[in-house]
Protein backbone atom coordinates (compact mmCIF):
# COMPACT_ATOMS: atom_id res chain seq x y z
CA UNK A 1 0.00 0.00 0.00
CA UNK A 2 1.30 3.23 -0.89
CA UNK A 3 0.53 6.47 0.31
CA UNK A 4 -1.84 9.01 -1.26
CA UNK A 5 -0.44 12.40 -2.03
CA UNK A 6 -2.64 13.95 0.51
CA UNK A 7 -1.44 11.98 3.38
CA UNK A 8 2.13 12.70 1.90
CA UNK A 9 1.66 15.99 2.10
CA UNK A 10 0.94 15.67 5.83
CA UNK A 11 3.79 13.95 6.81
CA UNK A 12 6.16 16.10 4.66
CA UNK A 13 4.70 19.06 6.74
CA UNK A 14 4.79 17.39 9.80
CA UNK A 15 8.50 16.54 9.26
CA UNK A 16 9.45 20.09 7.75
CA UNK A 17 7.81 21.25 11.31
CA UNK A 18 9.75 19.20 13.17
CA UNK A 19 13.39 20.35 11.74
CA UNK A 20 12.65 23.70 11.72
CA UNK A 21 11.28 24.07 15.25
CA UNK A 22 12.44 21.19 16.55
CA UNK A 23 15.88 19.78 15.28
CA UNK A 24 17.36 23.32 14.22
CA UNK A 25 17.68 24.90 17.15
CA UNK A 26 19.32 22.23 18.67
CA UNK A 27 22.17 21.49 16.13
CA UNK A 28 24.92 23.34 18.50
CA UNK A 29 23.95 20.66 21.03
CA UNK A 30 23.78 17.62 18.28
CA UNK A 31 27.52 19.25 17.05
CA UNK A 32 29.31 19.76 20.48
CA UNK A 33 27.76 16.06 22.04
CA UNK A 34 28.29 14.22 18.91
CA UNK A 35 25.05 12.52 19.17
CA UNK A 36 21.10 13.06 18.41
CA UNK A 37 19.50 13.64 21.54
CA UNK A 38 17.20 10.75 23.15
CA UNK A 39 14.25 13.57 23.38
CA UNK A 40 14.70 14.13 19.50
CA UNK A 41 14.78 10.45 18.49
CA UNK A 42 11.69 9.27 20.51
CA UNK A 43 9.83 12.43 18.61
CA UNK A 44 11.68 10.91 15.34
CA UNK A 45 10.07 7.61 16.56
CA UNK A 46 6.78 8.50 17.48
CA UNK A 47 6.71 9.87 13.90
CA UNK A 48 7.51 6.62 12.54
CA UNK A 49 10.53 8.40 10.23
CA UNK A 50 12.61 5.18 11.33
CA UNK A 51 10.44 3.11 9.26
CA UNK A 52 9.19 5.59 6.45
CA UNK A 53 10.30 3.25 3.30
CA UNK A 54 9.22 0.15 4.94
CA UNK A 55 5.51 -1.48 3.92
CA UNK A 56 2.91 0.14 6.36
CA UNK A 57 1.97 -3.82 7.69
CA UNK A 58 5.56 -4.14 8.99
CA UNK A 59 4.72 -0.52 11.11
CA UNK A 60 6.99 1.63 8.69
CA UNK A 61 4.96 4.70 6.68
CA UNK A 62 5.38 2.88 3.39
CA UNK A 63 6.76 5.68 1.51
CA UNK A 64 8.00 5.25 -2.34
CA UNK A 65 10.17 5.92 -3.97
CA UNK A 66 9.89 9.52 -5.28
CA UNK A 67 8.30 10.21 -1.30
CA UNK A 68 11.06 8.66 0.12
CA UNK A 69 13.49 11.40 -1.81
CA UNK A 70 11.29 14.15 -0.96
CA UNK A 71 11.56 13.69 2.86
CA UNK A 72 14.80 12.77 2.52
CA UNK A 73 15.56 16.52 1.02
CA UNK A 74 13.63 17.57 4.08
CA UNK A 75 15.61 15.78 6.65
CA UNK A 76 18.51 16.82 5.02
CA UNK A 77 17.71 20.31 5.79
CA UNK A 78 19.17 20.48 8.99
CA UNK A 79 21.94 18.53 11.14
CA UNK A 80 23.19 15.02 8.83
CA UNK A 81 23.38 13.59 12.17
CA UNK A 82 19.61 13.47 12.06
CA UNK A 83 18.97 12.31 8.65
CA UNK A 84 21.48 9.57 9.10
CA UNK A 85 20.04 7.86 11.90
CA UNK A 86 17.19 6.54 9.80
CA UNK A 87 19.46 4.98 6.44
CA UNK A 88 20.01 1.79 7.96
CA UNK A 89 16.42 0.85 8.63
CA UNK A 90 14.64 2.25 5.94
CA UNK A 91 17.75 2.28 3.06
CA UNK A 92 20.56 -1.62 2.94
CA UNK A 93 19.27 -2.80 5.98
CA UNK A 94 15.62 -2.57 5.61
CA UNK A 95 15.32 -3.09 1.63
CA UNK A 96 16.86 -6.16 2.02
CA UNK A 97 15.30 -7.37 3.89
CA UNK A 98 12.06 -6.31 2.83
CA UNK A 99 13.12 -7.43 -0.57
CA UNK A 100 14.95 -10.73 -0.24
CA UNK A 101 14.47 -11.48 3.45
CA UNK A 102 13.73 -14.87 4.19
CA UNK A 103 10.44 -15.77 5.93
CA UNK A 104 11.87 -16.90 8.75
CA UNK A 105 14.12 -13.00 8.81
CA UNK A 106 11.05 -11.24 7.98
CA UNK A 107 8.57 -13.17 11.03
CA UNK A 108 11.70 -11.84 13.21
CA UNK A 109 11.21 -8.36 12.07
CA UNK A 110 9.53 -6.45 14.95
CA UNK A 111 6.75 -4.66 13.23
CA UNK A 112 6.33 -7.53 10.38
CA UNK A 113 2.22 -9.03 10.75
CA UNK A 114 3.87 -12.67 11.42
CA UNK A 115 6.70 -11.21 14.12
CA UNK A 116 6.83 -12.78 17.15
CA UNK A 117 8.97 -9.90 19.00
CA UNK A 118 7.67 -7.66 21.18
CA UNK A 119 10.10 -4.39 20.25
CA UNK A 120 8.86 -1.99 18.23
CA UNK A 121 9.04 -1.86 14.33
CA UNK A 122 10.75 1.54 14.70
CA UNK A 123 13.72 1.25 17.30
CA UNK A 124 16.24 3.51 16.47
CA UNK A 125 20.31 2.02 16.73
CA UNK A 126 22.60 4.21 18.77
Known amino acids: MTVND ?3 QQ ?6 HFIRTTVIPREQEILDNDRV ?3 LREHAKRMR ?11 GLGLDLP ?7 EL ?8 SMFGT ?5 GQVLVGFGTGEQKARWPGHPTSTSTTSGSTPAR
Open 6 to 8: EDF
Open 11 to 16: ILAQTR
Open 37 to 39: PDD
Open 49 to 59: LFGYAIPQEWG
Open 67 to 73: QDVELAM
Open 76 to 83: GYTSLALR
Open 89 to 93: NNGIA
